[in-house]
């Protein structure tokens, strides 16, 4: 009999070594053997092997299914294009022997964020100019991600009958209301295959707003980590509440809804840093620029506050071309005469955002 019958296992996050026991050698598949194989997702890593029927159809020996069962536990990592894990199937015959020597061929499809999330003109299309080819340079080079890549494509089951693969995650968090997906598609050369889900994201929560005190304005990215959210709202609510200052602060850019990629930026993919503009007197777009000129409307002494109160509260850096705002620790970078960047992602990737003890400005700032 000639039965399709799989069987699924979780792959698991591994601290073992890799060790591939595969034959390559072995002997060649007949006609016949290949098409009474079956595959099963296993740990090959683990010593035991629970297994979970999903699909045993015995009455037709004919029938292989096209639409696969999803499984019930997808695997979840974060868009930062260096999480991974290691699974393998196992392909046996139908009196169970483990089958060796057969090709397994793997694949990673994206399911959801794909269109035009993926499509990497319409990526560059969002760089400006200045910082197309860099964006452009990274994806070739692998340094961006847009789909999660595998160690090997290719792989011979071995002695127990088990293909392994190496999954890394892609930097594809995105904006839509669940997760981004994608799938580890695992074929054999009967046609079967088995697919293995990969949810990508982090769990970010919209930037809050306080009226008075903070507002967000133009930004697609509108999520942020947890920690930085309440420091935000009480930085809100300390602005409100301060009779000197009458213009809220305005964040244009945080992170999207699951983090990952997000054009124009090369940053502002874990939800630990925001734009935000420098203060005005007017509340309208400001600037100031590195040879210490500005706009009528810039409002040097609060935005200095600012940049000081943020790296009182952990920050890591700040970007502004301010030459005044240098010598609080904000540092100069192209772009960055009409926005300061601010981001808490040292090298732990820790977040220690804390209340500002006071808005008040310092002596001699009164403007
Ligand atoms: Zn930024």
């Known amino acids: 009999m000639r039965n399709p019958l799989f069987c699924l296992l979780p792959p698991l996050f591994l601290s073992s070594s890799l060790i591939l026991a595969g034959n390559l050698t072995s002997k060649s598949l ?47 990592l974060v868009p930062n294009g260096r999480g991974y894990f290691r699974g393998g199937v196992q392909v046996t015959y139908i009196d169970g022997s483990p089958a060796d020597g057969v090709p397994v061929r ?31 340079q990274r994806v070739a080079a692998g340094q961006i991600k847009l789909l999660g890549t595998l160690a090997q494509e290719r792989v011979r089951t071995d002695a127990r009958g088990i293909a392994t693969f190496e ?3 892609s930097h594809m968090g995105g904006n ?7 799938q580890v598609v695992a074929r054999i050369p009967t046609g079967k295959q088995l697919s293995w889900d990969v949810e990508i994201g982090y769990d970010l929560v919209p930037v809050p707003t306080v009226t ?25 609510e300390a602005v409100a509440a301060e009779p000197s200052w009458s213009i809220p602060v305005t964040i244009t850019a945080a992170a999207l809804r699951w983090g990952g990629l997000y054009p124009p930026h090369f940053t502002h993919m874990m939800g630990g840093s925001f734009d935000f503009r420098p203060m005005s007197t007017d509340g309208q777009p400001t600037r100031a620029e590195t040879d210490g000129s500005h706009a009528p409307n810039y409002d040097r002494a609060r935005t200095l506050t600012l940049i000081r109160i943020f790296f009182g509260a952990g920050a890591q850096v700040v970007y502004f071309n301010d030459p005044e705002g240098w010598t609080y620790g904000a540092k100069p970078l192209a772009g960055h005469s009409n926005h300061l960047h601010v981001s808490w992602l040292g090298q732990q ?18 403007s």
């Open 30 to 76: 007949t006609l016949k053997n290949v098409h009474g194989l079956r595959m099963a997702w296993v740990d090959p890593f683990a010593s035991t092997m629970v297994h979970e029927d999903f699909v045993a159809d015995v009455s037709d020996p004919e029938v292989v299914p096209t639409v696969l069962p999803e499984m019930s536990t997808p695997m979840r």
């Open 106 to 136: 793997f694949e990673v499809k994206a399911v959801n964020n794909v269109d035009p999330a993926r499509h990497l003109p319409t990526l560059a299309s969002q760089y400006p100019s200045s910082t197309r080819n860099k964006f452009l």
């Open 167 to 169: 999954y890394t995650v």
């Open 176 to 182: 839509q209301s669940q997760p981004a997906l994608e």
């Open 212 to 236: 008075g005190g903070v507002r967000i304005y133009g930004a697609k990215g509108k999520h942020i980590h947890p920690d930085l959210a309440e420091f935000i709202t009480d930085l809100g």
């Open 349 to 366: 990737a820790q977040l220690s955002a804390r209340l500002p003890e006071s808005l008040r400005l310092a002596d001699g700032e009164e």
